[in-house]
T-cell receptor, first 117, second 116 residues
Framework: AQKITQTQPGMFVQEKEAVTLDCTYDTSDQSYGLFWYKQPSSGEMIFLIYQGSYDEQNATEGRYSLNFQKARKSANLVISASQLGDSAMYFCAMRENSGGSNYKLTFGKGTLLTVNP | SAVISQKPSRDICQRGTSLTIQCQVDSQVTMMFWYRQQPGQSLTLIATANQGSEATYESGFVIDKFPISRPNLTFSTLTVSNMSPEDSSIYLC?????????????FGEGSRLTVL
């Protein structure tokens, strides 16, 4: 079974509008971390936001926020006021803290976001 | 945040040849990670490189195909051996931001290999 599921292969949004990118995860660990990365067409991986499993508040970083619903095992990324430069592939990732491999990130398949002018 | 430089940024290779990718970090790090991203796919961890010990490979990746060196705390190389078109991918080097809350990974710009 996949550990990270991103069900939206592609998403479109109008410039200046908000968009939500979905991510669900599967783990039996109590302690874990969730990450979102952006990959523009240039190929670099850019870290956006982090949510710890014990964090009571949703993480926010500028225009990025993470809608963390622990019981549903979802960690959706919300981008507010979309900009043309937000057009990129977005990856959700998880780090589990057991089994001796607590350094390893497991990535989802990604969502390609296109921002239209 | 760490600055990671990878060389080459891209290359076109012939089937059966080998290519070594270099990764240089601007600070000392304990672990360095090598990921592969096949066309249109997500990132998959190849191996973890620790200074002074053998690299730890993930399931499906073997040392003969992807030998790794880690001569010091700021440098690592990944070799893709006896390449075939299926090895056409972006190879990314990464390190952990140990000073951050989540320990997120920083990535190099990636090395985009095309095997003909």
């Amino acid at each position: 079974a996949q550990k990270i599921t991103q069900t939206q292969p592609g998403m479109f949004v109008q410039e200046k509008e908000a968009v939500t990118l979905d991510c669900t995860y599967d783990t039996s660990d109590q302690s874990y971390g969730l990450f979102w990365y952006k990959q523009p067409s240039s190929g670099e991986m850019i870290f956006l936001i982090y949510q710890g499993s014990y964090d009571e508040q949703n993480a926010t970083e500028g225009r990025y926020s993470l809608n963390f619903q622990k019981a549903r095992k979802s960690a959706n990324l919300v981008i507010s006021a979309s900009q043309l430069g937000d057009s990129a592939m977005y990856f959700c990732a998880m780090r589990e803290n057991s089994g001796g491999s607590n350094y390893k990130l497991t990535f989802g398949k990604g969502t390609l976001l296109t921002v239209n002018p | 945040s760490a600055v990671i430089s990878q060389k080459p940024s891209r290359d076109i290779c012939q089937r059966g040849t080998s290519l070594t990718i270099q990764c240089q970090v601007d600070s000392q790090v304990t672990m360095m990670f090598w990921y592969r991203q096949q066309p249109g796919q997500s990132l998959t961890l190849i191996a973890t490189a620790n200074q002074g010990s053998e690299a730890t490979y993930e399931s499906g990746f073997v040392i003969d195909k992807f030998p790794i060196s880690r001569p010091n705390l700021t440098f690592s190389t990944l070799t893709v051996s006896n390449m075939s078109p299926e090895d056409s991918s972006i190879y990314l080097c990464s390190v952990e931001d140990v000073g951050s809350k989540g320990g997120e990974l920083f990535f190099g710009e990636g090395s985009r290999l095309t095997v003909l």
